[in-house]
């Protein structure tokens, strides 16, 4: 069982402090046992528990260059980039540089985005939901062309590369690992099979939901002659310590791990705390990984 954590938002510091506050939560991360660290790919706060969309919110690529040079151990990626947002060619190359300047340890996360507050608030184009997805097959399909270094030019219906050199290439081998996030049975689980080394599914969802997905999942891998078992199944899990014991939050854990869920990548709904990160690597870490 893998362990990671996902940093959705930025408390308890505040821009003068967050700094400080990331590089003393990041490193206690990096050493106290956890096999990855992930930010979210938005501009603004999602609402809810994780604050008004005019709360701090940090890039993501940024933060995780950030977190390349403070850390050492630890994989550290985006759950999930939104296609929509950047050009691909370019994505590929911030992964790639990422992935160089980490020292191999980037994972290439993506999605077909959805928050079109955002997106629209910022002066970016919202896509219809159709053309999400064949951007983000597209991006999938820059990602291996680029990484194989074939610079022969991609001809997309979306995007059109002439000479799509990308040096210096990753240090991960053949690539850093593809995450796809999203539990759409259809196309996402598909791109999945096709394109992926790592799924991403919601542990908010119910069991049987989750169950179903992994079984289409590996139907879809079927189809298209791929093992079920090269794709790294994830899980994004809420760790709500108001409500929940450090028993709770275990138990979950080895629920998923049932299910057969690999990794499972916590965030916290509160303050992300020195005590709050010493209850994973003292008790949860240990627990799950046993």
């Not at 008004?52 to 993501?60: H, R």
């Not at 993506?110 to 184009?125: D, F, K, N």
């Not at 064949?134 to 030019?153: F, R, Y």
Request: one cysteine or more; hydrophobic letters at 40%; aromatic letters at 10%.
């Amino acid at each position: 069982m893998r362990i990671g954590l996902q940093i959705p938002q930025f408390r308890p510091s505040t821009p003068e402090t967050m700094r400080d506050w990331l590089i003393d939560t990041v490193q206690a991360v990096d050493q106290g046992g956890f096999d990855s660290l992930w930010v979210m790919d938005h501009f603004f706060q999602l609402g809810s528990w994780l604050g008004e969309a005019e709360t701090e919110m940090i890039e993501g690529y940024t933060t995780l260059g950030f977190f390349a040079g403070i850390t050492q151990k630890v994989k550290i990626g985006l759950l999930v980039g939104g296609v929509i947002y950047r050009h691909p060619a370019v994505v590929i190359k911030m992964v790639s540089t990422l992935d160089v300047l980490s020292g191999g340890r980037a994972y290439f996360g993506i999605g077909a985005a959805w928050y079109q507050h955002e997106t629209e608030s910022l002066g970016m184009r919202f896509p219809p939901t159709k053309e999400r997805f064949e951007q983000l097959e597209e991006i999938l399909q820059i990602a291996k062309h680029m990484w194989s270094g074939d610079t022969s030019p991609f001809e997309g219906e979306h995007f059109k590369l002439p000479y799509p050199v990308n040096n210096p290439q990753p240090l991960s081998k053949p690539h850093p690992p593809i995450l796809i996030g999203g539990m759409g049975p259809k196309k996402t689980l598909r791109f999945v099979a096709k394109y992926g080394d790592a799924c991403n599914l919601f542990g908010r969802a119910e069991v049987e939901v989750l169950k179903e997905r992994l079984e289409i999942l590996q139907k879809h891998c079927e189809d298209v002659g791929r093992p079920y078992e090269e794709i790294e199944k994830t899980v994004l899990q809420t760790a709500d310590f108001e409500a929940n014991s450090v028993g709770d939050i275990i138990a979950s854990g080895k629920d998923f791990h049932k299910l057969g869920f690999e990794h499972i990548i916590f965030n916290v709904k509160g303050e992300y705390t020195p005590e709050i990160i010493k209850l994973f690597t003292d008790e949860i870490i240990p627990e799950l990984k046993a």
